[in-house]
């Protein structure tokens, strides 16, 4: 199955630092879906985008649909220690009857206070 | 109370055995989805389901069957468990979503299963 490409796999940063991770694909999506997930539970939605070119914040978050409707991005401003966990991009593409989701492999990222 | 459940959350089987993982789901939405999660390789599709009466093949069906018994439920059941099946399994849940708009995902909390 398709998965997407999404970087980098991982980070380590200062607490208070920014953060940026993208998702690319050879293929357009309708809707873009940014999550988290914590050790042992399942992702959670942040941040869901639908327009191509939209920009969409969520506290400290920022997402954005990119033009081409082939990539996403994700921004954390002034991370802090609870931040950390796995994000996941996903894709959705509508397939006959309904939506196909694809995702990212993930980005791990560690805060250090 | 959490929009999508699943039970158990954890559970530990010997090879050969039959066990099911349940799904239920209070948003109310049509189509619902299995997917495991193993380190390093991300979500893959078991099944998915688009109504009750839909059942469709994901990319790694092969050893899962699933049921639909109501718009809320769809359980997932490994016939004759193997210790590759050892894995995180994520249920999930989307609305309909068109070309232009919609079509978001949420997911339950997980189950653990180990297979020995």
């Known amino acids: 199955g398709q998965q997407l490409n999404q970087s980098p796999q991982s980070m380590f940063i200062q607490e208070g630092e920014d953060v940026s991770m993208n998702c690319t694909s050879s293929?357009?999506?309708?809707?873009w879906l940014w999550y988290k997930q914590d050790p042992g539970e399942g992702p959670v939605l942040l941040i869901a985008?639908?327009?191509?070119?939209e920009l969409t914040s969520n506290g400290r978050l920022t997402a954005q649909f990119g033009i081409t409707r082939k990539d996403s991005f994700l921004n954390i401003s002034a991370s802090i220690p609870s931040d950390v966990g796995i994000y996941f991009c996903?894709?959705?593409?509508?397939?006959?009857?309904?939506?196909?989701?694809?995702f990212g492999t993930g980005t791990s990222l560690t805060v250090i206070p | 109370d959490a929009d999508v459940t699943q039970t158990p959350r954890n559970r530990i089987t010997k090879t050969g055995k039959r066990i099911m993982l349940e799904c239920s789901q209070t948003?109310?939405?049509?189509?619902m989805y299995w997917y495991r999660q193993d380190p390093g390789l991300g979500l893959r599709l078991i099944y998915y389901?688009?109504?009750?009466?839909?059942?469709n093949k994901g990319e790694i069906s092969d050893g899962y069957s699933v049921s639909r018994q109501a718009q809320a439920k769809f359980s997932l059941s490994l016939e004759s468990a193997i210790p590759n099946q050892t894995a995180l399994y994520f249920c999930?849940?989307?609305?309909?979503?068109?070309?232009?708009?919609?079509?978001?995902?949420?997911f339950g909390p997980g189950t653990r299963l180990l297979v020995l």
């Open positions: 948003k109310g939405h049509d189509r």
């Open positions: 996903a894709g959705r593409r509508l397939a006959s009857g309904g939506n196909q989701f694809y």
């Open positions: 999930a849940t989307s609305d309909f979503g068109l070309a232009g708009g919609g079509g978001t995902q949420y």
């Open positions: 293929s357009i999506f309708n809707t």
């Open positions: 985008l639908y327009k191509a070119g």
């Open positions: 389901s688009f109504d009750v009466k839909d059942i």
